[in-house]
T-cell receptor, first 107, second 112 residues
């Protein structure tokens, strides 16, 4: 099956710092989605981004499907950004998830 | 916004019990999914459904079954709960095979 790798696995930031999370995938995909899992376990959809660039406030994402990677940018990080960020890719009938990047933002 | 509701946030059951986890979505989505999430193993697909009364096995269906009698409801059934089924269970729905997922808030199941 398709491999989805996320880096870094763990990240600690000072509040206000910027960061880039990466998702590499091993095969062509139809779709890609970024999620944030909050400390209570809820997975919140951030971006549905099979290709191109999208922005939502302090967050933006870019997917380069031909090179099989996606990037999630977090600017001016806040403590509420803490949690695990997952990338998921769709090969046609289901999404496959990466193992996530655990982000901790300290005040 | 789409809402996906899982009936219980926390659940404790005894080994051998039959367990029902319920998931309801309110946006007439065609597709519904059940995942489990375990430390170090990430999210793994148990079962999914593309239509009423249809079901497909995911990557780890053993020990589970599902029911989709109505479009809005997708139930996960543990026929005889075992301790290795202690996990976080997450339900998701999507309007089509080319659209993104919306997840419920999860059910943390402990089997003792």
């Amino acid at each position: 099956g398709i491999q989805v790798e996320q880096s870094p696995p763990d990240l600690i930031l000072q509040e206000g710092a910027n960061s880039t999370l990466r998702c590499n995938f091993s095969d062509s995909v139809n779709n890609l989605q970024w999620f944030h899992q909050n400390p209570w376990g809820q997975l919140i959809n951030l971006f549905y981004i099979p290709s191109g660039t999208k922005q939502n406030g302090r967050l933006s994402a870019t997917t380069v499907a031909t090179e099989r990677y996606s990037l999630l940018y977090i600017s001016s990080s806040q403590t509420t950004d803490s949690g695990v960020y997952f990338c998921a890719v769709d090969t046609g009938n289901q999404f496959y998830f990466g193992t996530g990047t655990s982000l901790t933002v300290i005040p | 916004d789409v809402k996906v509701t899982q009936s219980s946030r926390y659940l404790v059951k005894r080994t051998g019990e039959k367990v029902f986890l319920e998931c309801v979505q309110d946006m007439d989505h065609e597709n519904m999914f059940w995942y489990r999430q375990d430390p170090g193993l990430g999210l793994r697909l148990i079962y999914f459904s593309y239509d009423v009364k249809m079901k497909e096995k995911g990557d780890i269906p053993e020990g589970y079954s599902v029911s989709r009698e109505k479009k809005e409801r997708f139930s996960l059934i543990l026929e005889s709960a075992s301790t290795n089924q202690t996990s976080m269970y997450l339900c998701a729905s999507s309007p089509s095979s080319t659209a993104g997922y919306t997840f419920g808030s999860g059910t943390r199941l402990t089997v003792v």
